[in-house]
């Protein structure tokens, strides 16, 4: 999944599985992802530890207008940065 040009906010999850979400500008948005058995690993933020095995990011403006939630079960979230330079769909 690549978000650009959000015109809503995102909520995405699964109960197993990867989930993987490349954000050209990540400042401009707020990302809340939580893993239950899993690991998330990211380009921008801290992730921390939460309970024993799940983990939990937080980061981003949260005062943006458009908000990435994402949850995951069994499995991992990765959320990539892409230089505006490497997008090339029209805007």
Excluded: C, W
């Amino acid at each position: 999944m690549i978000v650009n040009n959000m015109a809503a906010d995102i909520d995405a999850g699964s109960s197993a599985g990867d989930l993987v979400v490349i954000i050209p500008d990540p400042e401009s948005h707020s990302v809340d992802a939580k893993t239950t058995f899993g690991i998330i690993a990211s380009d921008f933020g801290q992730t921390q530890k939460k309970r024993i095995v799940g983990r939990t990011l937080v980061s981003g403006n949260p005062t943006a207008s458009t908000q990435i939630r994402l949850r995951m079960g069994r499995g991992g979230i990765t959320l990539k940065t892409l230089s505006k330079e490497g997008y090339t769909a029209e805007e």
